[in-house]
């Protein structure tokens, strides 16, 4: 009798073990295929911080593969097309929310006493927290760039602080509103109000903020970039219209515009929110804006002493809310374009500056 039970327990003991070992083995099946398919997007998320608590300013550094010259073979003519390959592509079939609402902005190109160029950006729109990203791309330059988050779901009250809450974050790369890569070149992307582009021949498709990946991951010239631009159809996000600046490393800079779904290319080293191109479109707002980059670049020759009183014409030209008008200042950054390195003034604070690079 007791051996019958000594051999009851050592088969229900083999019995066991055999069930943990298949249960470990099925884990483990499930961590390398769980590790095959997020990866990548695991490792970037686990870059996702915070640079102080009480500030909605967020760093990335993008680890995943965007798969761009996926992307640029089928293209996108809406926000809803490049939602979808987003949500294909870099969230595995998780729904995301992507809105570019109404933003104004102001954008200047100058250099220091040294010759170093620099690139001038204010973000002006609603409370929205922001997302400094880092991409180093395979077959493309590195960059950096910002992202507003609200385009993709976020708030002041719904913040990417965990890990589950960060998901919708792996869809940067195709949000970016202004950066610079190791090249040098500087992009940034002004709203202006008129009729959305909304190019129609056999070109590939592209919509505003994938373009801006576009010239940051190919472009290394103004030259290049216009060219690039070229030689897709442009759609302006959300029924909107926009303009892009575009520096480069040698001092070049345009204004590049559509004008009934012609591009245009302007040269010039400020934008805000009308059209540049001469004749009867240069109509819009933030003339008030543009009076104040264009009195202080032309005092004095477009050279600044220091990147920090490059920021004091950004604070200058900055948009407190108001009672009629709830969009402010966002962000305000002065990209280097030798070191591809930025200094970033959250919320019109330019007393505390906090500074990224590659």
């Known amino acids: ?3 019958n039970q000594t051999a009851q327990k050592r088969g229900a003991s083999r019995v066991i073990k055999r069930i943990l070992m298949v249960l470990c083995a099925l884990i483990a099946v499930l961590a390398i295929a769980v590790f095959a398919l997020w990866g990548g997007e695991l490792s970037t998320l686990k870059t996702l911080s915070r640079v102080e608590d009480d500030v909605n300013l967020f760093t990335m550094e993008y680890k995943a593969d965007y798969a761009l010259d996926e992307f640029l073979k089928a293209g996108a003519s809406t926000d809803a097309e490049l939602v979808d390959f987003i949500v294909r592509q870099m969230l595995k079939g998780i729904p995301l929310n992507f ?3 109404n933003l104004g902005c102001s954008t200047f190109a100058a250099q220091l006493t040294d010759g170093t160029p620099i690139f001038g950006r204010n973000f002006d729109m609603y409370d929205s927290p922001a997302l400094f990203v880092t991409t180093r791309p395979k077959d493309g330059y590195a960059s950096i760039s910002m992202v507003n988050l609200a385009y993709i779901g976020y708030n002041s009250e719904s913040l990417p602080t965990s890990l589950t ?3 919708m974050t792996l869809a940067a790369p ?3 509103l202004d950066g610079v890569n190791e090249k040098g070149l500087a992009v940034g992307v002004l709203q202006i109000k008129t009729t959305p582009t909304n190019q129609q021949t056999d070109k590939v498709d592209i919509t505003t903020t994938s373009a801006i990946r576009l010239l940051l991951d190919r472009a290394a010239t103004v030259e ?3 060219e690039l631009l070229s030689q897709y159809d442009m759609h302006a996000s959300a029924g909107s219209c926009y303009h892009f600046h575009i520096a480069d490393a040698k001092g ?4 590049v515009e559509y004008i009934d779904d012609e591009m245009s290319v302007v040269q010039g080293d400020a934008a805000t929110n009308f059209l540049l191109t001469p004749g009867e479109y240069d109509f819009g707002s933030g003339e008030d804006r543009y009076a104040v980059l264009r009195e202080t670049l032309d005092a004095n020759g477009g050279v600044f002493e220091s990147e920090e009183q490059a920021m004091e014409l950004l604070k200058a030209v900055s948009q407190p809310a108001s009672e009629e008008k709830k969009s402010s200042t966002q962000w305000s950054c002065v990209y280097n374009q030798q070191d591809a390195g930025v200094e970033i003034a ?3 604070d330019y007393e505390k500056v906090y500074t990224f690079g590659l």
């Not at 070049?252 to 204004?255: A, D, E, F, P």
Request: glycine share 4%; proline share 9%; net charge negative.
């Open 174 to 176: 195709y949000a970016p």
């Open 165 to 167: 809450k960060s998901i």
């Open 224 to 226: 290049e970039a216009v």
């Open 99 to 101: 809105d570019l609402p």
């Open 346 to 348: 959250m919320n019109m």
């Open 252 to 255: 070049g800079s345009v204004i």
């Open 1 to 3: 009798m007791a051996q």
